[in-house]
């Protein structure tokens, strides 16, 4: 019994994930006449799984004792997205499942997993992994070398209204890439466009890099032959930071290296900043270069107009009327950052700022670098992306709370219970 509980909780935790990675971008989640829930889907998921924790033997005693623990926590975050409600104009009803339902349910999840929440980051990463290998296979026989042929078109509401060629529906053609001289087809695998794939590969990486730490050469090989298929400059710049950051621990952790060694370390580094910095100029000179200038413009007017509650959760016409004339038809948003700070303001940001704070204090006192080199990672992101209220984020802002308060746990001021057995020992 307790073997197939175990499984059963394993096949949950996937279902999880892959509902997580499917309703990031990925084209299911933006099919014009279809809407498959995703987001009702994963609330309903997360019950199940919640449920079957508390209906384990003890299970009701054990969760008396962390709601007597946690209250607080839950009520003055309750408190905090009321008064968030009561003064920003709230249209999308997303906002409840993320913020009221998802966000408290996921940090439930990641306090009560046993190994800090890793096994399910390496979940999360195994289902990326997954559609890697698929889209690469699919990437090089459908689109590069035409072994096989476009099955089908899907209708999506990404932007605007448009129609993307498919395979079979497990792989899409959305993009191409134009620059140094070339022209060919971007790999985006299930995903809307390239950078939203390229997110995705990216948070895998930084995760097996910095925070799973399997140190298998293959999976990091493939997400990153990935990365770069996508063309994206968002992806090629966290490739070469993600190895830079590795470089420099190297450095911290060891004084005594061979000079040699760190002549090549240098040189290696050199050679990927200057790279990636190439790239990045060059991809700056085009359209994409100037729609992301003036996305970070357009939102920064639209943040003045209301700078502490935003313009309203979802609202995309406060910072549209702000866009630069040459974008009639390309109204897309790029980045996380100003996009929060737009929508829902200083107030809203600080929930996701404070625990950026926490766990670089946390990881300084631990003298852990590789949870700050992950920070670097998603801030980086965060500023060059748009993601700030999907799953994926979400489940990371709910895994960095639990962090939160598990330190918090463990520096707690012992009662007099404690110090009496402490005495005694």
Not at 113 to 121: A, Q, T, W, Y
Not at 264 to 280: D, G, K, P, R, T
Not at 372 to 388: A, K
Not at 401 to 423: H, S
Request: aromatic share 14%; hydrophobic share 50%.
């Amino acid at each position: 019994m307790i073997v197939l509980r175990k499984k059963m909780n394993e096949v949950l935790e996937y279902i999880i994930g892959i509902i997580i990675i499917l309703n990031t971008n990925s084209v299911y989640s933006y099919l014009y006449h279809i809407n498959l829930h995703f987001g009702i889907t994963l609330a309903i998921v997360l019950c199940i799984y919640i449920l079957d924790k508390i209906i384990k033997k003890d299970g009701f005693k054990k969760i008396k004792n962390e709601c007597t623990k946690y209250y607080k926590v839950f009520i003055i975050y309750s408190i905090y997205i009321f008064v968030f409600c009561c003064f920003n104009e709230i249209e999308d009803k997303n906002f409840i499942t993320n913020f009221i339902i998802v966000l408290p349910m996921l940090v439930y999840f990641f306090m009560n997993s046993k190994d800090n929440g890793i096994g399910f980051l390496t979940k999360i990463v195994n289902i990326i992994l997954a559609l890697s290998i698929i889209s690469l296979i699919l990437y090089l026989c459908v689109s590069v070398l035409g072994l096989l042929n476009i099955t089908n078109t899907v209708t999506i509401s990404w932007g605007n209204k448009h129609e993307i060629k498919s395979f079979y529906n497990i792989y899409f053609e959305t993009q191409r890439f134009h620059g140094f001289g070339l022209d060919v087809p971007r790999n985006t695998g299930i995903f809307t466009e390239a950078p939203m794939y390229s997110l995705v590969l990216s948070i895998a990486l930084a995760l097996e890099e910095f925070i799973i730490k399997r140190n298998n050469i293959i999976i990091k090989t493939l997400l990153i032959i990935s990365i770069i298929t996508t063309f994206s400059t968002t992806g090629i710049i966290i490739v070469s930071l993600i190895y830079i950051l590795k470089v420099i621990n190297l450095f911290v952790q060891n004084e005594k290296l061979n000079k040699r060694l760190k002549a090549a370390m240098i040189c290696f580094s050199a050679f990927l900043l200057v790279l990636s910095s190439l790239y990045f100029i060059q991809r700056m000179k085009t359209s994409s270069g100037s729609i992301r200038i003036d996305d970070y413009k357009a939102s920064y007017m639209a943040w003045k107009d209301k700078p502490i509650f935003g313009n309203g959760y979802e609202n995309t016409k406060c910072i549209e009327k702000y866009m630069s004339d040459f974008r009639n038809h390309n109204k897309g948003l790029s980045n996380s950052f100003m996009i929060l700070l737009a929508q829902c303001g200083i107030y809203l940001f600080l929930l996701y700022f404070f625990p950026i704070i926490c766990i670089v204090i946390y990881s300084k006192r631990e003298k852990s670098n590789n949870i700050i080199f992950f920070v670097i990672i998603m801030l980086v992101l965060f500023f060059t992306t748009i993601f700030m209220y999907k799953p994926l984020m979400l489940a990371l802002l709910a895994c960095a709370y639990a962090y939160i308060l598990r330190n918090n746990e463990n520096l707690k001021i012992p009662n007099k219970k404690d110090t009496k057995i402490l005495k005694k020992a």
